[in-house]
């Protein structure tokens, strides 16, 4: 489960942000001063900061200078009522990858967050081949052998199986698949996905109807135990 750190001292805008990042399968940390901010991002290893500019006992500017002096390189999104542009590029300039003016669309934020995170695991080494039960994958070929025998699969199938191979265990919503695999903007009905994870648990479930790799989770989306 991928872990975003919340560094925020309003307790409606940390409510809110919460409750978003948990429906959508994050775990969340909360700090509500830059101190507290600090110390969890440096031992709880977050894989995205949402940092607030103006916090008590410390900034969000000198929270992100010390991070980056420490060597921390999680990808930091500074959140604030602020929109001047000298504010925007000072905390460029100290070491944050974004920035995002309060009020913010939540859906605009999660696109973000989950920008970076692709950018942050484009280093990592891309998967090949996975075996699943009695099915071998060949994500490089694009080949599919179950008991022997090859199957037919499309290219989005494979895109989906290698994406919930990534996130295993992960609860991945629909607009997540959406964004992610399809990488559509403006998202069409979820539908679209729900079809699609029908015909994968054709061909890789041994009973599609009570599937063992790809779980449903109620009014949240998938999660992939393979």
């Not at 000198?62 to 542009?85: F, H, N, S, W």
């Not at 989906?160 to 992610?180: A, C, N, P, V, W």
């Not at 041994?206 to 989770?217: K, S």
Request: charged share 30%; with cysteine.
């Amino acid at each position: 489960m991928q872990k975003i750190l919340i560094v925020e001292d309003e307790p409606d805008m940390v409510l809110g942000l919460r409750d978003n990042f948990e429906f959508e399968g994050y775990e969340v940390l909360v700090a509500r001063d830059g101190r507290e901010g600090l110390g969890l991002a440096l031992s709880n290893s977050p894989d995205v900061i949402l940092l607030d500019l103006m916090l008590p006992r410390m900034s969000g500017l000198d929270v992100c200078r010390e991070l980056r002096g420490k060597g921390l390189e999680t990808p930091i999104i500074m959140l604030t009522a602020r929109g001047q542009e000298v504010d925007k590029v000072i905390g460029l300039e100290n070491g944050a990858d974004d920035y995002v003016t309060k009020p913010f669309s939540i859906k605009e934020l999660l696109a973000r967050v989950r920008a970076h995170l692709r950018r942050a695991t484009k280093n990592v080494v891309e998967i090949e081949t996975y075996t699943l039960g009695s099915l071998d994958l060949n994500f490089k070929k694009h080949k599919a052998i179950k008991n022997g025998q090859e199957i037919e699969m499309t290219a989005r199938e494979f895109d989906l199986l290698k994406y919930f191979i990534k996130h295993r265990g992960e609860t991945i919503s629909r607009d997540q698949l959406l964004d992610d695999v399809w990488g559509y903007d403006n998202y069409p009905i979820t539908r679209t996905v729900d079809n699609h994870i029908a015909k994968l648990r054709q061909k890789i479930e041994a009973v599609p109807a009570d599937p063992q790799f790809i779980i449903t989770v109620h009014r949240m989306g998938y999660k992939f135990l393979g």
